[in-house]
């Protein structure tokens, strides 16, 4: 997708995300780190927008708070929401009693290998493009899952969107919507991106130009 985005005449940035789950917690600042890090060759005043996938759409208000350029839209794609005010956890708690058993010394395995392989198969449109995806993955401790993220008060006075692939996220479209978000339906598999980036592209264009 970033690529499409590079051809197009954007400039995009995507942070290396391997490393965010070592050492002990918090993990949250290595992140804003990460894309902060990521942004050094772009000019301070010059306004970014932030474009954030499932679990990492909690982290957009801290990202924002710690990269030092101005945000001038955050897209959110079949993403998690942070919380309007106060910290945001990054799991709830019948959510870690499923990743619980599967630790092993604190560490979880990959993302791919939580379920099972009719559910994993599907997001897919090759096995070449799986493995670059299995082999990117990092193994994140389960304290990655029990930590909060803080939350500024107004951290979303600029535009916001939403992109929705389909099930399970319509509840948090919906409740996207509800915060007067625009809201954008492209169908398919929370791995959309991967199976149309031109469309997903295209998309994030329209919804940046039009914030």
């Known amino acids: 997708m970033a690529e499409h985005l590079t051809t197009a005449g954007y400039q995009v940035r995507v942070p290396s995300l391997l490393r965010i789950g070592i050492g002990a917690p918090p993990f949250w600042p290595r992140i804003v780190h990460a894309v902060r890090d990521e942004l050094r060759q772009v000019p301070v005043g010059r306004p970014v927008i932030l474009v954030a996938h499932s679990n990492a759409g909690l982290f957009l208000p801290a990202v924002r708070s710690g990269i030092g350029h101005p945000v001038a839209g955050s897209i959110f794609v079949d993403a998690a929401l942070p919380a309007r005010v106060g910290p945001t956890p990054v799991a709830a708690p019948e ?31 090759d096995p ?6 299995i ?10 899952y029990e930590q909060s993220i803080p939350v500024a008060d107004g951290w979303d006075d600029h535009p916001c969107s939403y992109v929705l692939f389909g099930s399970p996220y319509e509840d948090v479209a919906a409740e996207a919507r509800e915060r007067g978000w625009r809201v954008a339906h492209l169908p398919g598999a929370h791995l959309h991106q991967i199976v149309d980036p031109a469309g997903t592209a295209r998309l994030l264009v329209e919804l940046a130009t039009t914030a």
């Not at 959510?95 to 939580?114: H, I, K, Q, S």
């Not at 070449?128 to 995806?133: G, H, L, M, S």
């Not at 082999?135 to 990655?144: G, H």
């Open 95 to 125: 959510f870690l009693e499923f990743l619980r058993p599967m630790a092993v010394n604190g560490r979880l395995p990959r993302w791919t290998d939580w379920w099972d392989e009719t559910d994993i198969a599907p997001l897919f449109p």
């Open 135 to 144: 082999e990117e993955q990092p193994t994140l401790p389960l304290s990655y």
């Open 128 to 133: 070449a493009v799986r493995q670059k995806v």
